[in-house]
C-alpha cells in the first residue's frame, strides 16, 4: 500500500493523536486533505461534529459540500452515497450508531457489496462505512450491538476495527484509500480510553487484512479484536502469576482473514482462545474457531475456546457488566484449557 | 381538575409557535387533477413532427422488442423477461428526454428504456438471460444496472445527481419505479434527499396499475402517487403514460427544471402493464379482461400512429418502414440470442474484491480442481469454459 510511507511521513510532522477518537478525526482529516474526492456524510457530521466529535471541524475546514449534514435516514444516507461513489467521489459515511446501521442493511448487502461483482468489475465503490459499535458505554438499547457477524457474512465488504490509536490513524486511511467497500467497525468504548493506547511504538500503516501479535508469549493464544483487545492484554498480565505466558493477537481486519497469523501463533501455542463481545451462537468466535481447527488440528492441545458475549440481546445498561467479557471470564477459559488438555 | 387563577396574577395565555412559517407554498407543486395529454388534443399541433415521427419509430422496435424477448422466454433463452408492453411509450420517453451525459437508473422492468438508449438489446438482456449480472459498463453508457430489489437505486441517482453537482458537471439522472415501488422506504428517502439537496433528478413513476397483483388502491391511499411530491416539497406532475408526446414533454421540463438547478420533480405517467407481471405470473388470477380490453383501445402504438396518420405525417410507406426496421431488430436479436454465452466458471471468483483474498484464492483453487476433473471426464480441454 502506497499509503504506508507518506502516513508515516505525516504523523512524525504533527502532534500525534492521543485518543482513538481524535486519531479517528486525524485521518479523516489527511484523507480530505490528501484526495478531494473524499466526501463524509451522515446524520449531525457537520454543525456538530457527529455525537461522538470524530467529524469535529471537518465541515469548517472543507465545507459542507465536503462534510454533509444529511437527513435522518441510514437507508438514504448510504443509497445516495453509492451515488455519489459510481460518480467518482470517495464518500465516508457515518452511521451514528451499531443499531442505527439496520435501515441501511438493504443498501449495504444488495448494492455497496454487491457493485463491483454485479458490473464484473466495471463500477467499484470505495465506500467506508464508519460504525461506531459496542458496549461498555452505559448506553441505552440499541446504542450497544455488536454487528460485525452480519456484515462478516457479506461477500463484497471489508471488515476492519481497530483497537488502538495508531490502526484507529492507519486502518480508517487505508479503509478511505481502498478501492472495495469496507464496514469501518469503531470500539466506542476505546474511544477515549487509555487502554486504547499502542502498547508499541507507533508502526507505518499496514494494508487492510493484516493481523498483529500484541504480545508474544508460548502457552496459549487470545485471538480478539476491538474492544476485547485491552481485556485480553490484562488478561496476558494477569495470568503470568499463574504460570501463563499467553500470546495476544490483535485481528484488526475480519474480512479479509489473516489465517496465516492466527495458524502461525496457535501452531506455536498449541491452545487458542477467541475473545468477543459479540453473541458466541452464530458469532464471530465460531467461525474463527472453525478455521483454526481445520488448519491446526494436529498442533493442538486443547478444543479451541470461545469466550463472547451471552446469547441474549443487548442487556440495559445497568445489567452490562454481566455480559461483557471481562478479565476473569479470560481467564477462567485460559484455566479450562489446562484442564482439557489434561483429561 | 379546574386550574383556579390566583387573584391579582397575570391569566395564563397558551402561546402560539414562535415563528412558525411554512418552509414552501405548496400550491405549485400540485398536479393538475388530469393526466396531461397532447396526442389528439389542440396541443399535437404544437409538437415537432419530427420528434413525433421518431417517437412513433422507437415506439413500433419497443414494442417489437418486448414480443420478441417474451418470445425468448418460452424457448427458455431467457430465465424471465418483465415485459413492458402497453408501457413503451414511458420506456422510449425517458431514454430519449436524456442528454448522453445524462444518466438513466431504471428498474427491472426497464430494459427497453436502456436499449432505446442506445445499449446492445443483448447486453441490455444478460440479467435476465442469467449469464451476467450487468452486460454492460454502466459508466461506458450512463445506464446503472438493472434494479431488482425495489426503488433501491432512487438514491443512488439522487447521489450522482449530486455528485455531479458538486463536480460542476451539467448532468441529469432519471430514476424509474412503478407503482409498487412508491411504498418502499428508500422511495421516500431518495425524494426527501433530493428535494433538500435540490439534486438534478427526475423520478418517474411509471403506475401500471399493479404490483405483482395489487392493485393501486391497495398500495397507496393517496388522491395520485403525483401528489405524494408536495410531502418532500417538490413539483408532482400527472401524464398520460400512453401518449408518448406527452411523457416526453413533461419529462423534458422536468430535466430542464433540474439542469437549471430547480431541483427535482416527481412525475407520475398513468399506463398500463398488458402482460403479466412476468411470463411466470397468470394475470387472469387478478385482474379481467374486460379492463385489458379498455387500455386496449389506449395503445401507446396506436395513439401514436392515428395522430400522424391523421395529420398526413405518415402513410402506409412510414409504417412499412418501421415495422421493417422492428423485425430487422428482432430478427438480430434472435440470432444472437440463440448463441450459447461462453461462460468461464473462474470468473466466479475474479470481480468480489480487488484482489483476491486468500480465501478466495484457495476456493478458485478449488474450482480450478473440479472443473479439470470434469473436462477429463468428459474428454475436453477447454478450460471449463463454453459448456
Redesign the interface.
Known amino acids: 500500500m502506497t499509503t504506508a510511507a507518506a502516513t508515516a511521513g505525516e504523523r512524525t510532522a504533527k502532534a500525534k493523536p492521543a485518543t482513538m477518537a481524535q486519531a479517528l478525526g486525524r485521518a479523516l482529516r489527511d484523507s480530505m486533505a490528501q484526495d478531494p474526492s473524499v466526501h463524509v456524510l451522515g446524520e449531525d457530521v457537520g454543525t456538530l461534529g457527529g455525537v461522538f466529535r470524530i467529524t469535529d471541524g471537518l465541515a469548517k475546514e472543507f465545507g459542507e459540500d465536503r462534510c454533509t449534514d444529511t437527513p435522518l435516514a441510514e437507508a438514504g444516507i448510504l443509497g445516495a452515497a453509492v451515488g455519489m461513489a459510481m460518480y467518482g467521489l470517495r464518500p465516508v459515511v457515518e452511521m451514528q450508531f451499531d443499531a442505527f446501521a439496520y435501515p441501511a442493511f438493504e443498501q449495504l448487502i444488495s448494492h455497496v457489496a454487491k457493485m463491483r461483482n454485479r458490473t464484473a468489475g466495471a463500477m467499484p465503490l470505495p465506500i467506508t462505512v464508519r460504525v461506531p459499535y459496542g458496549g461498555g458505554i452505559g448506553g441505552v438499547e440499541h446504542h450497544s450491538d455488536s454487528s460485525e457477524a452480519y456484515y462478516m457474512a457479506t461477500p463484497g465488504l471489508h471488515v476492519v476495527t481497530p483497537a488502538t490509536v495508531d490502526d484507529a490513524y492507519g486502518l480508517l486511511r487505508a479503509s478511505i484509500a481502498s478501492d472495495d467497500p469496507v464496514v469501518f467497525l469503531e470500539p466506542k468504548r476505546l474511544y477515549w480510553s487509555k487502554a486504547a493506547w499502542s502498547p508499541h511504538a507507533p508502526a507505518p500503516v499496514e494494508p487492510i487484512g493484516r493481523a498483529v501479535v500484541r504480545r508474544p508469549g508460548r502457552s496459549a493464544t487470545l485471538i480478539t479484536y476491538g474492544p476485547s483487545l485491552p481485556v485480553c492484554m490484562e488478561a496476558a498480565q494477569a495470568a503470568v502469576e499463574e504460570g501463563w505466558d499467553l500470546e495476544v493477537v490483535d485481528l484488526r481486519s475480519l474480512v479479509p482473514f489473516d489465517d496465516e497469523t492466527v495458524a502461525a501463533s496457535v501452531r506455536r501455542t498449541g491452545r487458542a482462545v477467541v475473545v468477543h463481545e459479540s453473541t458466541g451462537f452464530g458469532g464471530p468466535g465460531g467461525e474463527i474457531a472453525a478455521r483454526i481447527t481445520e488448519r491446526c488440528f494436529h498442533h493442538l492441545e486443547a478444543p479451541v475456546l470461545r469466550v463472547a458475549g451471552f446469547d441474549i440481546p443487548y442487556p440495559p445498561p445497568m445489567q452490562e457488566r454481566h455480559h461483557l467479557p471481562g478479565v476473569d471470564r479470560v481467564l477462567d477459559a485460559v484455566a479450562r484449557l489446562q484442564w482439557e488438555a489434561e483429561h | 381538575m379546574t386550574v383556579q387563577e390566583l387573584p391579582g396574577a397575570a391569566a395564563y395565555r397558551p402561546t402560539p409557535p414562535p415563528a412558525w412559517k411554512p418552509l414552501t407554498d405548496p400550491a405549485p407543486l400540485l398536479p393538475d387533477p388530469e393526466p396531461y395529454r397532447v396526442l389528439g388534443t389542440d396541443a399535437a399541433a404544437d409538437a415537432d413532427p419530427e420528434l413525433l415521427l421518431r417517437l412513433y419509430a422507437e415506439l413500433v422496435r419497443g414494442r417489437r422488442y418486448n414480443t420478441q424477448a417474451t418470445a425468448l422466454t418460452k424457448q427458455g433463452r431467457l430465465a424471465v423477461y418483465p415485459s413492458s408492453t402497453g408501457q413503451e411509450a414511458c420506456e422510449i420517453a425517458a431514454a430519449l428526454v436524456l442528454e448522453e451525459r445524462d444518466w438513466l437508473f431504471p428498474s427491472y422492468r426497464d430494459t427497453l428504456a436502456a436499449v432505446a438508449r442506445g445499449l446492445d438489446p443483448v447486453e441490455a438482456l444478460t440479467l435476465l438471460r442469467g449469464d ?3 452486460g454492460y ?4 453508457h450512463r445506464i ?2 438493472l434494479c431488482t ?1 425495489l426503488a ?1 437505486q ?11 453537482r ?2 460542476g458537471d451539467d448532468v441529469v ?1 432519471l430514476a424509474m419505479v412503478g407503482d409498487g415501488g412508491t411504498s418502499e ?2 422511495f421516500h ?2 425524494l ?2 433530493a428535494a ?1 439537496w435540490k439534486a438534478p433528478v427526475v423520478f418517474l413513476v411509471q403506475n401500471n396499475g399493479f404490483a405483482i397483483s395489487v392493485p393501486l388502491a391497495k398500495q397507496t391511499a393517496a388522491p395520485s402517487l403525483a401528489h405524494k411530491a408536495v410531502g418532500y416539497g417538490m413539483p408532482g406532475r400527472l401524464v398520460d403514460g400512453n401518449d408518448a408526446a406527452a411523457v416526453h414533454q413533461v419529462l423534458s421540463e422536468a430535466v430542464e427544471r433540474a439542469r437549471s438547478g430547480g431541483g427535482p420533480t416527481l412525475v407520475e405517467a398513468i399506463t398500463y402493464r398488458m402482460d403479466a407481471h412476468t411470463n411466470a405470473d397468470d394475470a387472469t388470477r387478478y385482474r379481467g379482461d374486460s379492463e385489458v380490453e379498455a387500455w386496449r383501445a389506449h395503445d401507446p402504438v396506436q395513439l401514436m400512429e392515428r395522430e400522424l396518420t391523421g395529420r398526413g405525417l405518415l402513410g402506409a410507406d412510414g409504417i412499412e418502414e418501421a415495422r421493417t426496421a422492428a423485425e430487422r431488430m428482432a430478427a438480430g436479436l434472435r440470432e444472437r440470442m440463440n448463441a450459447d454465452p461462453v461462460l468461464d466458471p473462474m ?1 466466479l471468483f ?5 484482489e483476491q ?3 478466495l484464492r484457495e476456493q478458485a483453487a478449488r474450482l480450478r480442481v473440479e472443473l479439470d476433473a470434469e473436462n477429463e471426464q468428459h474428454g475436453t480441454d477447454d478450460g471449463g469454459a463454453g459448456r
Open positions: 451476467r449480472h450487468t459498463d454502466p459508466r461506458e446503472a444496472p430489489p433501491t432512487l438514491p443512488h441517482a439522487v447521489g450522482l445527481a449530486h455528485a455531479a458538486l463536480k439522472a422506504g428508500d428517502e431518495a426527501n434527499f433538500v470468473d475474479t470481480h468480489v474484491y480487488a483474498t486468500t480465501q
